[in-house]
């Protein structure tokens, strides 16, 4: 009798079930108990499934023509294992053969891949920084006859482009002038461009929008809010793929909130250059509280930090291509991930072979190293007393440089960021190593190399004793320790650099959980208030 609550939930299309009130405790304990949720370690993640993850991928691009290889891997990750969850499969095999079989589930993980989380003015005080002082700016330079263009990428269901329409609508009104303003809103979503066209939202937009701004700017229904006509023939939706579809030119303000936080860093930077080349000298860039423009900095004048309001202060745009290079390809490469092996058994033939090989390396062989990534040692070759020190005491460390000798520290340092970040061969000639027998001047060689099993990067670095030998502590020295030190200062600020894009995007992979647990959170509060009416019509019964 009393069946508006589920019958509302369904015409959403955003039920995962649709089940007899008999069947869904049954469905409900299968879902919490699915190996992804109980974290049952005997269950292969998707993410580390290459080849079947890349051909899931294929399968998008092939039927929404978005390619989602170059997002962020554990957050498509988590979306797959929710459907594979839902659907009761455990190995990301079986899941690609439904998918191949059911063109229905392939459109529900495509919908699931577009985490769309938005409402009227979402950050209020963001949105005042705009109101305040970014669209003033745009307005002051701006003369009758100009127009004013806006475009908000990602715009998914309207709230964020009807915002904005409201707030350049108060200001003309407080500078008293009347421009002909437009705002492109696009979406790789059809089915939200079709919701935001009709501009039609619940009762609860009451709580994100003032009084006067719900009395002057939306229209009553029975159990919704339409927005007026005047501020709808503002904003101009289009289904839009940011990647591959000519962009906007000449724009004064781009919003671009929580979109960057999906992509990969090349992805990101693909973007940021399309922005360049659409926005106007001296045109904002508006973006997400946990997004940067990177390292376009000398681009983007920070106008506001804590909002992530950028001024575009030109130069040298970018030349954008009619299609991105890096969506050339249905998937890419498939990953290889290193794995630890265990090495063949070896019979006492072997045995002796690889004693007899060790013994020739021991004596031709100049004192060589083999470092890993993490600069451990992982193998020494002949005498290397003279180069290494063994930490007296306390725990043993296999970490090379708290082993090496003073003089070593950073030509060695210097030599091993070059071999193992740039896969470029290092030399320095004549490094001056004193140690405890006197002064020995070596030639440092280091090379890279990958280990064929593991296909793990390491470095070979060995030391060549020079010409010149000698014991006098005044030995010249051929090697400029401050050139080396100043090459070392380069490659610390670059470390440095990676280590704050690392957390960025982890800031970023933060902020998506925060959207998926957002989204969630607005499914349940609408649950609740059917819940809630249906309970009040069961207590007018």
């Known amino acids: 009798r009393f069946d508006g609550m589920p019958r509302s939930a369904i015409a ?6 649709v089940l007899s009130p008999e069947q869904m405790p049954q ?11 109980v974290g ?3 269950v292969k993640p998707p993410l580390t499934d290459d080849d079947n993850l890349n051909k899931i991928f294929a399968l998008l691009r092939s039927f929404s023509g978005v390619d989602f290889s170059f997002y962020k891997q554990n957050t498509m990750g988590r979306r797959i294992e929710r459907r594979m969850s839902i659907n009761q499969i455990d190995r990301l095999s079986d899941y690609l053969n439904y ?6 589930e392939v459109n529900t993980l495509y919908k699931e891949m577009l985490i769309g989380v938005t409402r009227f003015f979402r950050d209020p005080e963001a949105f005042e920084e705009l109101r305040t002082a970014v669209i003033p700016a745009i307005l002051a330079n701006k003369d009758a006859q100009d127009q004013v263009r806006v475009w908000v990428v990602g715009c998914s269901t309207g709230e964020e482009a009807y915002s904005l329409a409201i707030l350049f609508r108060e200001a003309m009104e407080a500078a008293n002038k009347n421009l002909d303003v437009k705002i492109f809103a696009t979406d790789i979503d059809k089915e939200a461009i079709d919701f935001a066209s009709r501009g039609i939202y619940s009762e609860s937009v009451a709580a994100d929008v003032s009084h006067d701004q719900l009395r002057r700017y939306f229209i009553k229904k029975s159990d919704s809010y339409e927005i007026m006509r005047h501020v709808r023939e503002m904003v101009i939706f289009a289904r839009q793929n940011l990647i591959k579809d000519p962009p906007f030119s000449k724009i004064d303000l781009i919003s671009c909130r929580n979109v960057l936080i999906y992509f990969q860093v090349i992805l990101q930077k693909r973007v940021l250059a399309i922005f360049q080349f659409a926005l106007q000298h001296d045109g904002f860039l508006f973006l997400g509280t946990s997004e940067t423009v990177g390292s376009d900095q000398e681009a983007f004048f920070p106008f506001h930090n804590k909002w992530r309001i950028y001024q575009y202060k030109g130069g040298v745009r970018p030349l954008l291509q009619t299609t991105a290079p890096i969506m050339s390809q249905a998937v890419p490469p498939a990953v290889t991930h290193s794995r630890a092996y265990a090495l063949p058994f070896v019979d006492e033939r072997r ?3 690889h004693t007899l090989y060790r013994t020739i390396l021991e004596q031709l062989l100049a004192p060589a190293l083999i470092v890993n990534e993490q600069l451990e040692l992982l193998h020494a070759f002949g005498d290397i007393n003279r180069f290494l020190q063994v930490p007296s005491g306390g725990r043993v460390s296999l970490s090379i440089t708290k082993m090496l000798r003073a003089d070593l520290s950073i030509p060695f340092s210097t030599a091993i960021h070059r071999v193992l970040k740039e896969q470029e061969e290092a030399i320095y000639n004549n490094v001056v190593v004193r ?17 064929p099993v593991t296909r ?10 020079a010409e010149r030998k000698t014991t006098d502590a005044t030995a010249p020295e051929s090697y400029d320790r401050y050139q080396g030190a100043s090459q070392r200062i380069k490659d610390l600020e670059q470390e440095l650099q990676y280590t704050r894009e690392s957390l960025q995007a982890t800031i970023e992979e933060l902020e998506t959980s925060n959207e998926e647990l957002q989204a969630t959170n607005e499914e349940l509060l609408a649950a609740n208030e059917e819940l809630q009416s249906t309970n009040e019509e069961l207590q007018s019964v």
């Open 456 to 465: 793990q990067r390491l470095a070979f670095v060995q030391f060549r004793e």
């Open 435 to 451: 140690h405890q027998d006197g002064v020995t001047v070596v030639d440092l060689l280091a090379r890279p190399f990958t280990e």
């Open 27 to 37: 469905e409900l304990m299968k879902f919490v108990q699915h190996p992804y949720l």
């Open 99 to 104: 998918l191949y079989r059911s063109q229905a």
């Open 12 to 17: 959403t299309q955003l039920v995962d079930y």
């Open 40 to 42: 049952d370690a005997r």
């Open 351 to 353: 045995a002796r072979e």
